[in-house]
């Protein structure tokens, strides 16, 4: 695996070191001892499919708080997705930046989440599907939110969000609510 860290700490595009030859490839796609060679939560506890039958569907900004915070380690496998990481940490330097990385199934390219950090992502294409690894077990009671379009954030989405739960449309704005740390 190839590890690309972001502007956000901890937060990394990572890309297959495919092995190649005339069948197709091979290729890692998970390692525990890479993932703590780069200071990374390896666990994993956890794995979620999220199956979007329309482009601009938009799922996020979502984080579970403490004591259960989670690392997602997410991977588009049918598809396409404009994947965006909020930092909330409020400890780091980047507090309140983003990223957004364009994750395709072609591509085969990840993105690792940490803990303290939102996640959302919105599809570019019909018929997308996202696979997530968890490093914790949900706790709905935990499970929490920032408006996609939160102006504390000024996310720059590609298109025009479509379709969107009433729970993610309706999150506080940031300034609002509790940071996640």
């Given at each position: 695996?190839?590890?690309?860290?972001?502007?956000?700490?901890?937060?990394?595009?990572i890309a297959?070191?495919?092995?190649?030859?005339?069948?197709?490839?091979?290729?890692?796609?998970?390692?525990q001892?890479?993932f703590e060679?780069?200071?990374?939560n390896?666990?994993v506890?956890?794995?979620?499919?999220?199956?979007?039958?329309?482009?601009g569907?938009?799922?996020?900004?979502?984080?579970?708080?403490?004591p259960?915070?989670?690392?997602?380690?997410?991977?588009?496998?049918?598809?396409?997705i404009?994947?965006?990481v909020?930092?909330?940490r409020?400890?780091?330097?980047?507090f309140?930046?983003w990223i957004?990385?364009?994750?395709?199934?072609?591509?085969?390219?990840?993105?690792?989440?940490p803990?303290?950090?939102?996640h959302g992502?919105?599809?570019?294409?019909?018929?997308?599907e996202?696979?997530?690894?968890?490093s914790e077990?949900?706790h709905?009671?935990l499970?929490?939110?920032?408006?996609?379009?939160?102006?504390?954030?000024?996310?720059a989405?590609?298109?025009k969000?479509?379709?969107?739960?009433?729970?993610?449309?309706t999150?506080?704005?940031?300034?609002?609510?509790?940071?996640?740390s």
């Amino acid at each position: 695996m190839i590890f690309d860290e972001t502007k956000l700490s901890h937060v990394f595009e990572i890309a297959l070191d495919l092995n190649s030859d005339e069948r197709g490839f091979f290729a890692r796609s998970w390692c525990q001892k890479e993932f703590e060679h780069h200071g990374l939560n390896p666990k994993v506890v956890q794995c979620n499919v999220s199956f979007n039958a329309r482009k601009g569907t938009l799922r996020g900004l979502h984080y579970q708080d403490a004591p259960y915070r989670e690392a997602k380690l997410v991977r588009c496998t049918k598809g396409s997705i404009y994947d965006v990481v909020v930092d909330l940490r409020p400890e780091s330097a980047t507090f309140k930046d983003w990223i957004a990385i364009v994750l395709t199934a072609d591509k085969r390219n990840m993105l690792y989440v940490p803990e303290g950090c939102a996640h959302g992502f919105l599809t570019l294409e019909d018929e997308t599907e996202v696979f997530y690894q968890m490093s914790e077990f949900y706790h709905a009671e935990l499970s929490r939110g920032v408006r996609f379009d939160d102006p504390a954030f000024q996310i720059a989405w590609p298109d025009k969000v479509e379709i969107i739960s009433k729970r993610d449309r309706t999150y506080p704005n940031f300034e609002a609510v509790p940071c996640a740390s």
